[in-house]
């Protein structure tokens, strides 16, 4: 079976980034699919590459987190026109595989329908135009209005959608019940990150030797709100000393952010520069507890954010900041534990502990490692896609979904 995945934002592990989309297509072509990917790049041509034994295709869409609202949908509309020509000379499709956001790629998927009856899958990664509608991004009812209804046309096309957390798939049946949607969360990468012992070096290179560090690695953006984590390094840095931040993120927010510490003068915390997957691995070597932000809107605790699982493979204790599938997990498996974002005091005083008492801080993070092993790795992940695309022909093995206990 030939599958062209149509992904805006695909990344490599040496461009950093998510990478959720390389472990699938990777995971497919072990599997015997011909894999073939339209993506963008900031680049002034197109261009193809072969990676992993499948053929990318790069078009030139700019496209950085500090884009402002109209320079992103131009963005997105643009790679939608120029992903459906590049499609249109592929031969011998036999199915698109759609990743959104932005919503805009599932117009490149009904067109390739329309003109060539070529059958699509719809992967949800965020429920759009849901959050920016929360979030107050997108106010104009006519505008809601044609994006509902576009959303709407999606889902009624697609052959089956597939979404990344039980609340997106929650979200897509409360207003879309005909559709037939699965549910294949993040992935953690089990074979590169691991649990392991801190590097002195390391350490000393990132300045947090003798502290129990919290990281923040991802995008600097409004809906991550990172003046949570800040305001709690601003508590912290006044009565608990043995505590140290580190931020590693590129978005709109981020030059706001470092200006707002430096008022704040926050000697306690730390931006880093934005890394790829190598670099990732050597801050999270030096981390004990991974901390994942979000705004106080409601739509986007159905999220299924890369850092959580990232987080899990390497051994790191979770820190979440609001409610959903997410917060129970961390919960029931004690892997982590919630804090209250209003209340900047709560992350620091439940860290506190764990300085002198390091058993129950082992204990959390090899849960989590556990957890990363038995639900979401990669093998897993792409077992369970495998399955979705090819029911006739997958053994009808029963595969651990750990969110059946959050619903």
Not at 275 to 296: F, H, I, M
Request: glycine residues 6%.
């Amino acid at each position: 079976m030939k599958i062209l995945i149509v992904h805006q934002y695909f990344n490599t592990p040496q461009s950093g980034g998510p990478l959720r989309s390389y472990y699938l297509a990777c995971g497919l072509k072990s599997h015997g699919f011909q894999v073939e990917i339209i993506t963008s790049h900031n680049g002034k041509s197109s261009q193809t590459r072969e990676i992993e034994g499948f053929k990318v295709y790069y078009l030139p869409v700019f496209y950085d987190n500090s884009l402002g609202f109209a320079g992103r949908i131009n963005a997105f509309i643009r790679f939608a026109w120029l992903a459906y020509k590049k499609a249109r000379q592929i031969d011998a499709i036999d199915l698109c595989y759609a990743i959104s956001t932005p919503l805009t790629v599932g117009w490149v998927a009904k067109r390739l329908k329309a003109r060539r009856d070529i059958p699509f899958v719809f992967e949800v990664g965020d429920l759009w135009p849901e959050a920016p509608i929360q979030m107050g991004v997108i106010r104009k009812p006519f505008v809601i209005n044609l994006l509902r209804r576009f959303e709407k046309s999606i889902y009624r096309e697609a052959s089956r959608v597939v979404a990344l957390s039980p609340g997106i798939k929650q979200g897509i049946l409360k207003n879309y019940p005909e559709c037939q949607v699965s549910t294949i969360p993040n992935i953690s990468d089990c074979g590169f990150y691991h649990q392991e012992q801190k590097d002195p070096a390391l350490e000393t290179k990132f300045g947090v030797k003798h502290k129990l560090v919290v990281t923040y690695f991802g995008a600097a953006g409004i809906a991550n709100h990172l003046e949570y984590l800040l305001e709690a390094a601003r508590y912290a840095g006044q009565h608990h000393h043995s505590l140290s931040f580190l931020i590693v993120a590129q978005g709109s927010e981020l030059a706001r952010l470092q200006k707002l510490s430096a008022k704040y003068g926050l000697d306690n915390l730390s931006f880093l520069k934005y890394q790829n997957r190598q670099g990732l691995k050597e801050v999270l070597n030096v981390t004990d507890a991974v901390y994942v932000s979000y705004a106080a809107v409601p739509v986007l605790s159905t999220g299924s954010p890369n850092k959580f699982f990232d987080g899990l493979a390497a051994g790191k204790l979770m820190i979440v900041n609001f409610k959903g599938w997410l917060k129970d997990i961390t919960e029931q498996h004690k892997i982590g534990f919630y804090v209250d974002p209003q209340k900047p005091q709560m992350l620091s005083e439940l860290l506190q502990p764990l300085v002198s008492d390091r058993e129950q801080l082992h204990l959390a993070q090899a849960n989590a490692r556990r957890l990363a092993e038995t639900f979401f790795s990669r093998n897993l992940s792409v077992k369970k896609l495998v399955k979705l695309l090819t029911p006739e022909e997958s053994e009808p093995t029963k595969v651990p979904e750990v969110y059946n206990l959050t619903v």
